[in-house]
């Protein structure tokens, strides 16, 4: 989906749901990791994760922009527009926004531990884990061979 089509489809959904235009700027920013998207309340602009869509489907990319758009007219009428307030969340409702973003494989991978210990078996099956074990007391889970520590993995996210 192009950053047109995503401008005509919150353009579309702020007619719908909430009978005032969307007179704002609408866009896919791929840096988002952990959010489905964001209302920049300095410019009044909408940023939405393309992997909602991408990993995802319409529905889910749908209910994000209901999200925002509740954020975005509550904020531009001078209305409560944070997460806490009342007003947010019963319009939220009102609309069948998304009140979580569904976990991207980005916000997986950084849940992920940091630095993991590697054991192999002699025919080459790999074992993660992230606290040392002793390798007297285990064997391989796949073949059954003894295994031994033989390295060490990190992660930069
Ligand atoms: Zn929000
Ligand atoms: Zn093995």
């Given amino acids: 989906m192009t950053n047109a089509e995503l401008q005509q489809l919150v353009e579309k959904l702020s007619l719908a749901d909430f009978g005032r235009p969307f007179q704002h ?15 920049v ?19 889910t990319l749908i209910g994000v922009i209901k999200h925002e758009l509740v954020h975005y007219h509550n904020h531009i009428q001078g209305l409560p527009y944070q997460h806490k307030d009342r007003y947010f969340q019963s319009e939220l409702q009102r609309i069948a926004g998304l009140k979580y973003a569904p976990a991207t494989s980005k916000a997986k991978a950084r849940q992920q531990p940091k ?10 099956h790999e074992i993660y884990r992230q606290r040392r074990i002793n390798e007297l007391r285990y064997v391989c889970g796949i073949c059954g061979a003894p295994i031994r520590l033989t390295g060490e993995l990190k992660r930069d996210v």
């Fill in 25 to 39: 700027q609408a866009t896919f920013n791929r840096r988002l990791r952990t959010t489905g998207g964001r209302y």
């Fill in 115 to 124: 630095h993991l210990w590697v054991y192999t078996c002699k025919n080459g």
């Fill in 41 to 59: 309340l300095q410019t009044h602009n909408l940023e939405i994760n393309p992997l909602m869509i991408e990993e995802f489907n319409e529905d």
